[in-house]
């Protein structure tokens, strides 16, 4: 989902709760806008999804009474280039090159590991993980069951064909 | 000069006015600020001198604030509300700086500052601001705001009790095509760091002369690639 015009968020867990997170890194993107004038920086915008995945949610009322249950991959694009940044329920953040969430993560992550190169084209990254996600998927890969975005350097949600274009790549 | 709240009459029948109030909350320091953008650097000057009614109370005061590395502020008005005006913006300078392990640029500042003086919108910060600094890639920004905190970027700008003798010379000497014509023109002003220090000295002498509230000395700041210096020159003590 997108976050603001250069941060976008993939979500893994309980998706309904990632909603919540949504909608606040939004507010809080669009408040930095409002006061500075500026895009809010990646690294900041996940700062404030965690602060608010730590308290269970905010204020007295729409508090919750348990953690979110959600992982989220923020990738976007501020003044140091394109970052990713993996969290969890627990609020911590990691930034990493690549990653791989959900329930076929630990195999994904691997084939990451091994394939995954600094200085990548986006070309083959789609490549990369369109062929990890078909690694881990049961069902064969189609432009109806998967969903590419990418942030370059704004966020952009793929249309069907584009999807079947990089599945014609594998 | 103190500023007294008018009331709006839109009746015709028997208008009623309530009495001067005895106590204002304002009072006008007087001054002048003038601010000019470069190519790579910016000018701000401001006088010295702070007043109230006909009287002098220093002949020594700093109208000029620098708030981030790349930001400096110089306001005219009434100072106790500026000086509060300063101290908000670095307490807001200093959590930014934590929450987001940067300086702010100047057109964040300049944002911040128009925000802030309309957070005050019903009992306003009696601060005439020129915000001058170097935005994000190292050209020269002017900002000048009224009071509530409508703002606008521009090549250059004076504010406070001089500004109407200084603004047309500027114009005169500076004026540039406006930012409403497209394709958008470069608002900083060809001349050099060195000429505009002279234009900005030329201008606070001829202001001195007329305006009362203007003079005793010019703090001149430049701001540049290498950093910020400062000058002062004596204006006429009268």
């Known amino acids: 989902m997108e976050i603001d015009e250069h941060i976008g968020c993939a979500m893994s867990g309980l998706t309904a709760d990632a909603r919540t997170l949504v909608e606040h890194g939004r507010v809080e993107t669009q408040n930095h806008r409002f006061s500075y004038n500026e895009p809010m920086s990646v690294e900041s915008t996940t700062q404030a999804l965690c602060d608010l995945a730590l308290r269970f949610g905010e204020g007295d009322e729409e508090s919750m009474s348990r953690p979110f249950g959600v992982s989220l991959l923020i990738a976007g694009h501020d003044d140091n280039g394109p970052c990713l940044y993996h969290t969890d329920p627990s609020g911590t953040f990691w930034q990493c090159n690549a990653k791989a969430i959900g329930s076929g993560s630990e195999g994904a992550d691997t084939a990451l590991q091994e394939h995954y190169d600094l200085n990548m084209t986006l070309e083959e990254a789609e490549t990369l993980a369109l062929s990890t996600l078909k690694q881990v998927m049961e069902e064969k890969v189609t432009s109806s069951n998967v969903d590419i975005a990418k942030v370059a350097p704004t966020y952009h949600l793929y249309t069907p064909q584009e999807v079947e274009a990089v599945i014609q790549r594998l | ?238």
Request: with cysteine.
């Open chain 2, 1 to 238: 000069m103190s500023m007294v709240f008018a009331p709006c009459l839109t009746e015709t029948a028997a208008p009623t006015t309530h009495a001067e109030p005895a106590w204002s909350p304002y009072d006008n320091n007087g001054g002048t600020c003038v601010a000019i953008a470069g190519e790579d650097y910016c000018v701000i000057a401001a006088d010295t001198r702070m007043s109230t009614g006909f009287s002098i109370l220093t002949r020594n005061y700093s109208k000029i604030h620098q708030i981030t590395e790349k930001s400096v502020l110089a306001s005219s008005g009434f100072q106790a509300d500026i000086r509060a005006l300063q101290k908000n913006l670095d307490a807001r300078h200093q959590i930014y700086q934590h929450q987001h392990n940067k300086q702010m640029s100047c057109p964040a500042m300049a944002q911040l500052l128009s925000n802030t003086l309309y957070y005050k919108r019903f009992f306003p910060y009696y601060a005439f601001n020129v915000l001058g600094g170097l935005d994000n890639e190292g050209r020269g920004c002017v900002y000048s705001y009224d009071a509530v905190g409508s703002y606008e970027r521009s090549g250059y700008s004076s504010q406070g009790t001089g500004m109407q003798l200084i603004m047309p010379v500027l114009d005169n000497q500076l004026k540039s095509a406006s930012p409403l014509v497209l394709p958008l023109q470069k608002s900083t002003t060809p001349l050099s760091e060195f000429e505009a220090v002279d234009l900005v000295k030329d201008t606070f002498a001829s202001a001195a002369e007329r305006d009362i509230y203007t003079g005793d000395a010019v703090e001149i700041v430049i701001i540049n690639r290498e950093g910020v210096r400062r000058e002062l020159m004596d204006l006429k003590r009268d």
